[in-house]
């Protein structure tokens, strides 16, 4: 199937929201209700009917309480009943809950996931779908602007840590985190996508699944407009959590290569990985040695950085565990 085609969607398509959660009832209720609330403006518009999808992940179920109090309430605009569902998925790992949403989602078109420590912006789902209804892609993805819980100090601010990259609208992109993202569930059926859940303890999931999406011909573009806050909490502002995450994110990206290549080749890509990482420990630290001095801490926290994401790289090409970020504790 040649996923660069553009095709006329059918407006009878039917949506599902899904939002994945693990031991966060007050934040995906606030997720809940804010995507609730959008539902109205993109039903019938672009979509005949629309639901949003809770995921649990905690066996124990600990949003069921916070979610299906909203489930009873005034429904908001565009809502109807048995518009929102609620569902555990025992089984740990990110990926898990992904699929599972997959899963859920079987009679309809469209998914879209947002995180549950997210709030959409206003537009956000009608801009969404309403690049997709005028480009026929198979997926789209958005920005995700941080919305600190207390002001970051100067050395997190100097990193830019939580600046991600964007692009202008219609941008075609080849790869997307999950965490803002549109997927045309007949294309994905149609190649037999789902995520992998080796690895579900430590993400990347999402880059994997959509890397592979693009590998089937299919087409991703980037729509500015449809923004999400990410609501960041004041233990994620500490340096070392920064740092180890910064690893994380850099093995993982050597992990997915890995996944993505043959077995034949892997020697190759273990091979630059190892010397890439060194290169960036290395720069990282000269970095880090003129951050010592009087008006440079964004060449000290820029270097910290280099370093963190060169350590992970080479922790992954050496076969080292890494860094389970959505392990159950």
Not at 68 to 89: C, F, H, K
Not at 145 to 158: F, L, T
Not at 260 to 265: K, Q, S, Y
Not at 289 to 297: D, M, R, T, Y
Request: charged fraction near 25%; aromatic fraction near 6%; hydrophobic fraction near 40%.
């Amino acid at each position: 199937m040649n996923g660069a085609a553009v095709g006329t969607p059918q407006l009878a398509a039917v949506l599902t929201v899904a939002v994945p959660t693990f031991r966060r009832p007050r934040e995906v209720a606030r997720a809940v209700a804010a995507v609730r609330a959008q539902l109205g403006d993109v039903v019938p518009r672009y979509v005949s009917r629309a639901e949003v999808l809770v995921v649990d992940n905690d066996p124990a179920g600990s949003a069921r309480g916070a979610v299906e109090a909203l489930m009873e309430a005034v429904p908001t605009p565009g809502d109807r009943p048995g518009s929102t569902r609620y569902v555990v998925e025992p089984r740990p790992g990110v990926a898990a809950v992904r699929n599972r949403a997959l899963e859920e989602a079987k009679d309809s078109d469209l998914l879209v996931f947002i995180d549950d420590d997210e709030t959409p912006e206003p537009s956000w789902l009608e801009s969404l779908l309403g690049l997709r209804a005028s480009t026929g892609c198979q997926a789209v993805a958005g920005p995700v602007v941080p919305d600190y819980e207390v002001e970051p100090d100067a050395w997190v601010v100097a990193g830019e840590f939580f600046v991600r990259r964007t692009w202008p609208t219609g941008t075609v992109r080849p790869v997307a985190a999950s965490n803002c993202l549109l997927l045309d569930l007949r294309f994905v059926r149609e190649e037999g996508l789902v995520f992998d859940e080796a690895f579900g303890a430590t993400g990347g999931e999402d880059t994997l699944f959509t890397r592979q999406l693009t590998d089937c011909g299919g087409v991703i573009r980037w729509c500015d407009e449809a923004r999400v806050r990410d609501h960041v909490p004041a233990s994620r502002l500490d340096h070392q959590w920064i740092l180890r995450r910064q690893r994380s994110h850099a093995a993982t990206g050597v992990r997915v290569a890995l996944a993505r290549a043959g077995t034949g080749l892997h020697a190759g890509i273990r091979g630059r990985a190892l010397l890439g990482g060194a290169l960036r420990v290395g720069a990282g630290g000269l970095r880090m040695a003129v951050g010592l001095l009087p008006g440079q801490l964004q060449h000290a926290a820029k270097g910290a950085r280099l370093v963190a994401r060169g350590q992970g790289m080479v922790g992954a090409s050496l076969g080292r565990r890494t860094h389970e970020e959505y392990g159950r504790s």
